[in-house]
């Protein structure tokens, strides 16, 4: 793809737009620009005052208050998990800022036309239309899109705080309600009670506890008995500010027999010092409904030499609560300098299903350790883990998972499968799956392997005319597509693009 | 650093119990460090990773549980094939029991009498693959055991050695705990094939260290014995140079806990190491097969091949792991562990893993687990054969690929009539 960066002629039958977009996408990472807009922080550390002023910026209520002050308190106790295979220098967590907003934020804007421009235009330079009805223009084989474009709701996170929330009213309508999680605090504090800390408990882990302590805000949806989500539910998270840790909180709740889709996307600008974002997401599925959580995860992974990017600690946890309750997570993940995470399913109800389906891209120095983790505790349960890890450069990539049948799981089945991808003699590819079978009436499978690019693959696009790099991209894309097509069609293509761009700079 | 308390006050009444370690001769040395190692690592609990599914109390308390001992009447192990046989009584060599062990292309000695001398190869062998077994995973029962091993044999072989070389553990103590260290040193072309038989005692703590010269061959052949109640720990550590082979084959049926550590490095090109084991239990049964194979050369091949059978409670882990490192480029690699269930009490815990840093790869691994498969059970019914003797005939079908990895047909036929008789006894 490089090799267009230096083309001055464009080829016949290829028009201008296709080569533009083409170029703007071979650049290293596309997000990396940082918006200058004044910020409100909180003084630099953690501690119980933090945690308060955190709370109080929110307008929580006490209880909540008092929630997270007993989160702090265990997270005090709590040493650093180093199980995971990735290297990292020892985070100062009194060096971070835990509370970042941008002033004009100051007075919560009534609608999307009171937020400050520069902010709506940093989500337009993003690719994300908050105002506007999202058009899939070009797509090939949209044949299922209605003409008019399809409509996704989305909730903007900078910084600490989230922006906006589009199409609210419509929603409302359907009965759906979409908001950041600290406007749920204060409009629905009785769901929020009910549900939040009960899939991923404040005590679940070392990030988990921090997040639950000092989260600054994030997504709540909540999907009525019935309702069929009339429209995908979007986060899009952004980190801006230096020296700033990102700590959202995502509480789903999918009622009795609903459905709802959900995108999450993730860029930060290029700084030279790692940042942390520690988040938890956190969904409940009822008898029924179902989810699918898509997320491309895209943080600034640090340059060629490893130096900056994100340190990306995440808890996601689905509970599948009722009968026949149904949860598909897929992840495309290419950003982050560290990435730590295992989004999983806890198969409760009888007859409920857990799919998992990740691309996990690790170049240059990046480190990733990602996976799942299936619990099968209700009878019939069945669980699907397909898992792509491409490596290149200089970058570690580990897949950890673990399936897990309980003895009163029967009858139950999983299938997993994890293939790694070896792109250089200098990467690495690592697979490390717990499988704990309980009782014989369930069925597990898995099987892993590595290998690198095909040479007979590469050979023929070469002789194609492809160079080197477009092969590799193609190849990976191919050796992806399980995943890809498991993706909302939005997603596919940035992921299908993104692939490519972080494959850069891996081949020759 | 509360935790290590109860760990370090084990390591003191185990190591208090096991008296002093010998300081003279040419062991001595090695004796000395590995007790400041396994002081420095205490012994493993149930909180360490790498013990996650097995507990290890029973193997490192000073007390030894008692092991009743367990009579049958079956034929000798091999019994048909020629071979020189060495005899330990709850691991106590027993030279009256035993072939004399004058044997072409072989030098076979005691490891009680090697380590008074002051100068002998042994000196090389002795704890140094097991030191360097030690990284990345501790194991400080290996390393108690290269401390406080109070026989063995000590194998050199110069040649092709005429006959296999076998050796007999029996059990007549009902609390006896035996540490046994086998020395093997396979020059460059030569070739051994070893037999091991018996469970050794109430409770067995065995090392074996092996080193394959160029082009060296090394056959192993394992049976842990029927003993209901034994108890036993065992590491293999082995070292393969350039086109060596290593083939190992355990067959374990029944006893209360076996952990069997299998640790092998392929330092010269184009070496093969294959690991496999098949297990059987009934009952109150823990079998743990952890293997660590570490490809360190170029276009060198590894396989493990497990297979477990479970029931009425039993339980079968697996861990293993292939490591590939950056310069083992043209690695082959695969790793295979299954467990068929026959009831719904027994469990399988497997944790198959993969480490590569090399590109130019094939590695693979796969892990199954479940019931009989009914469709086949009802196709065989449907023929005529009675369910008891289909269940059978599907349970060896399933063992066969691990006993295929044995290359001698006698001795396969010899372990698969065990498994027969063990289905055979099940039945009735």
């Not at chain 1, 491309?296 to 340059?303: A, F, L, R, T």
């Not at chain 1, 580990?398 to 139950?412: C, D, E, F, I, Q």
Request: aromatic fraction near 8%; glycine fraction near 8%; charge should be negative.
């Amino acid at each position: 793809m490089t090799a267009l960066d230096n083309q001055t002629e464009v080829r016949d039958g290829v028009d201008r737009e296709t080569v533009e977009t083409v170029q703007s996408m071979a650049g290293t990472y596309k997000y990396g620009w940082n918006t200058d807009i004044e910020m409100d922080y909180a003084p630099k550390g953690v501690n119980t005052d933090i945690v308060r002023l955190i709370s109080g910026k929110n307008e929580e209520p006490e209880w909540m208050t008092d929630w997270r002050l007993s989160a702090y308190a265990r997270w005090e106790k709590m040493t650093e998990p180093t199980w995971a295979m990735v290297h990292y220098p020892p985070i100062d967590y009194q060096d971070q800022y835990y509370y970042a907003r941008p002033k004009s934020m100051d007075v919560k804007p009534k609608s999307l036309d009171d937020v400050d421009p520069k902010l709506l235009a940093t989500y337009e330079k993003l690719g994300i239309p908050l105002k506007e009805q999202m058009v899939l223009a070009g797509v090939e084989g949209a044949e299922d899109v209605p003409a008019e474009g399809r409509k996704v709701a989305v909730d903007a996170v900078f910084d600490s705080v989230s922006v906006g929330t589009t199409f609210q009213a419509e929603l409302k309508k359907a009965g759906v309600i979409f908001c950041s999680i600290s406007e749920a605090i204060r409009e629905h504090p009785e769901l929020v009670k009910k549900y939040l800390g009960t899939v991923v408990p404040p005590s679940d882990n070392f990030f988990a506890t921090l997040n639950s302590a000092v989260f600054s805000d994030g997504s709540f949806v909540y999907v009525p008995p019935g309702v069929r989500c009339p429209m995908e539910l979007s986060t899009y998270f952004r980190i801006n500010a230096e020296n700033t840790g990102q700590f959202e909180r995502t509480l789903i709740i999918a009622d009795k027999g609903s459905y709802v889709s959900y995108l999450e996307g993730c860029t930060a600008p290029k700084r030279d010092t790692t940042q942390l974002h520690a988040a938890v997401v956190e969904i409940i599925i009822e008898e029924d409904a179902e989810v699918k959580y898509s997320t491309v995860q895209n943080w600034y992974p640090g340059d060629e030499n490893g130096k900056g990017g994100i340190f990306n600690f995440v808890t996601k946890r689905a509970d599948c609560r009722g009968d026949r309750a149904k949860v598909m997570w897929t992840q495309v993940e290419t950003g982050s300098a560290v990435t730590w995470k295992y989004p999983s399913c806890i198969l409760r109800g009888d007859d409920s299903q857990g799919e998992f389906y990740s691309i996990a891209i690790a170049n240059n120095y990046q480190q990733a350790d990602t996976g799942t983790k299936m619990v099968h505790l209700g009878k019939n349960t069945k669980s699907r883990i397909v898992s792509k890890g491409i490596s290149a450069g200089k970058a570690q990539n580990t897949y950890r998972g673990l399936v897990s049948m309980h003895p009163k799981a029967k009858n139950s089945r999983n299938y997993t499968q994890c293939d790694s991808l070896l792109i250089g003699g200098d990467c690495g590819a690592h697979t490390v799956p717990y499988i704990e079978v309980r009782n014989n009436s369930s069925r597990v499978e898995h099987e892993a392997t590595t290998s690198k690019v095909d040479d007979d693959q590469l050979f023929y696009c070469r002789q194609r005319g492809m160079d080197e790099e477009e092969a590799v991209a193609l190849v990976v894309n191919g050796f992806c597509r399980e995943v890809l097509q498991a993706l909302p069609m939005e997603f596919a293509m940035e992921a299908q693009a993104l692939v490519a761009i972080s494959l850069e700079g891996s081949v020759g | 650093m509360a935790l290590s308390q109860p760990k370090d006050a084990g390591v003191v009444a185990l190591i208090d119990a096991l008296g002093a370690v010998s300081d003279t001769g040419c062991l001595a040395a090695a004796r000395a460090d590995a007790l400041t190692r396994v002081r420095a690592t205490g012994l493993p609990t149930r909180r360490d990773e790498y013990w996650r599914y097995t507990r290890p109390d029973t193997l490192t308390q000073a007390e030894v549980p008692t092991a009743a001992v367990f009579a049958h009447d079956d034929a000798p192990m091999f019994g048909e094939i020629d071979q020189v046989r060495l005899v330990f009584v709850d691991g106590v060599f027993d030279p009256a029991a035993s072939d004399d062990p004058a044997l072409a292309g072989i030098v076979i000695e005691r490891l009680a009498e090697v380590q008074q001398r002051d100068i002998h190869w042994a000196k090389e062998v002795y704890g140094k693959l097991e030191t360097a077994g030690q990284t990345p995973v501790a194991r400080p029962l290996a390393a108690l055991n290269t401390a406080f091993a109070t026989d063995g044999i000590v194998l050199h072989v110069t040649g092709k050695a005429g006959k296999p070389v076998s050796i007999s553990y029996l059990h007549e103590n009902d609390t006896s705990d035996a540490i046994l260290h086998h020395v093997i040193r396979i020059d460059a072309g030569a070739d051994l094939t070893l037999l091991e038989q018996g469970p050794g005692a109430a409770r067995l703590n065995k090392v074996m260290e092996v080193e394959i010269g160029d082009g060296g061959a090394f056959h192993h052949v394992q049976a842990q014995g029927r003993d209901h109640e034994r108890r036993a720990v065992t590491h293999t550590f082995a070292r393969l140079g350039t086109e060596s082979r290593f083939k190992s084959f355990t067959l374990t049926v029944n006893g209360v806990m076996t952990r069997n550590e299998c640790i092998i490095e392929l330092t010269g090109d184009d070496a093969v190491a294959h690991v496999a084991g098949a297990s059987v239990g009934d009952g109150n049964f823990h079998h743990d097969d952890t293997v660590f194979v570490t490809h360190d050369a170029l276009n060198c091949e590894s396989r493990q091949v497990f297979k477990k059978v479970l029931r009425n409670g039993a339980t079968g882990v697996f861990q293993g792991k292939i490591l590939v490192k950056k310069d083992a480029q043209k690695t082959d690699g695969y790793q295979i562990s299954q467990a068929l269930l026959l009831d719904g009490d027994s469990q399988f815990l497997a944790k198959p893993e993969l480490e590569i840093y090399a590109d130019d790869v094939v590695c693979s691994h796969g892990s199954t687990s479940g019931a009989i498969d009914t469709d086949s059970l009802f196709y065989l019914r449907s023929r005529g054969v009675p369910v008891a003797e289909a269940t059978d005939l599907m349970t060896l079908a399933f063992l066969a690929e691990a006993i295929d990895e044995i290359d001698d047909p006698a001795l396969a036929a010899d372990l698969l009539s065990r498994l027969q008789g063990w289905l055979a006894r099940r039945r009735s």
